[in-house]
């Protein structure tokens, strides 16, 4: 199982962006999806995570700003960024935990995409 994690890109203070991360290979299911990021010089830190069963929690630096979804037809979660800061400038991870055919349990990471807010 692979995630690939797309949508970053440059925007203006205030602006918005959508990150999507889908997941490829052998996916029976996802039980949670995690959004993360790491500015330079900082430690990764969790902005938002859901489970299957739709609860969700974030980050108190981007609640009302920031909501996760996921669309479990194509294995892939969103993290929609409204109102976005210079302070949200960072590389964005996601994770995704769950099963799949033939292998079990899966913990995996999609690579970085950039997001740059100026102000």
């Known amino acids: 199982v692979q995630l690939q994690a797309s949508g970053g890109g440059m925007v203006q203070a205030g602006g918005s962006l959508r990150l999507s991360c889908a997941a490829s290979?052998?996916?029976?299911?996802?039980?949670?999806f995690g959004w993360y990021r790491q500015a330079p010089g900082k430690e990764r830190e969790r902005v938002a995570a859901?489970?299957?069963?739709?609860?969700?929690n974030y980050a108190d630096a981007v609640k009302g700003r920031f909501t996760i979804s996921r669309d479990n037809t194509k294995n892939t979660g969103y993290l929609q960024m409204n109102s976005l800061k210079p302070e949200d400038t960072a590389v964005y991870y996601c994770?995704?935990?769950?099963?799949?055919?033939?292998?079990?349990?899966?913990?995996?990471w999609g690579q970085g995409t950039l997001v740059t807010v100026s102000s």
């Open positions: 994770k995704a935990l769950g099963s799949g055919y033939g292998v079990g349990a899966f913990h995996v």
């Open positions: 859901d489970t299957v069963n739709g609860s969700t």
């Open positions: 290979g052998s996916v029976y299911s996802i039980n949670s």
